[in-house]
C-alpha cells in the first residue's frame, strides 16, 4: 500500500514538473519528462509494485533465490572441471576410441607410429649474461615447463 502511494505521488511529482517545463516552452524535454513520470504509475496500475512488494518480503521467494544461486555456483564448478579436464565426457570417449583403435596395425608386431610423428624440440637458448636475467628466471622455468 505504501509503495503504491508512493510511485502515485512520484507521478504526480514529474507531471507537474514536465507542465513546468512546458510552460518554459520546452516541450520536448517536457514530453520526455511526462514519460519518464508516467513508468511508476503503469507500474501500480498493472501490479508489477504489488509484486515485487510480496517477493521482497516473502522468506519462500528468498529461499528460491538461494536455490537458483547454488544452481548457478554448480554450473560454474563443473564448467570449470570440465576446462580443466579437457573437453566434454563425449570428447574424451571419442579421442579414447580413435587412440585404441589408429594407434596399431591389426597385424604389426610394433607401433605403427614412427619417429617423424614427435615434433623436434628446438635447443634452449642460452641465458643472457646481463644483470635483469633473475627477474626472468620464473618465466623461463614456466615457458620450459611447457616446451615452449
Known sequence: ??????????AAAGLGIAVVTAYRKRFLAAARIA????????LVMTGVVEWVADTAF???AWAGFAVLGGAWALFATTR????????????RKAANRSAQSGAVAPAAS??????????????????????GSDDF???EAILKKHGI
Not at 500500500?1 to 512520484?10: D, K, L, P, Y
Not at 570449470?80 to 570428447?91: D, L, N, W
Open 1 to 10: 500500500m505504501i509503495a503504491e502511494t508512493v510511485c502515485s505521488a512520484v
Open 110 to 131: 610394433a607401433p605403427s607410429l614412427g619417429q617423424g610423428s614427435r615434433p623436434a624440440s628446438r635447443p634452449a637458448p642460452a641465458p643472457r649474461a646481463t644483470g
Open 137 to 139: 628466471s620464473d618465466i
Open 80 to 91: 570449470a572441471v570440465e576446462r580443466r579436464r579437457g573437453g566434454t565426457r563425449k570428447e
Open 35 to 42: 514519460a519518464y513520470a508516467l513508468v511508476p504509475l503503469g
Open 58 to 60: 516473502s522468506p519462500t
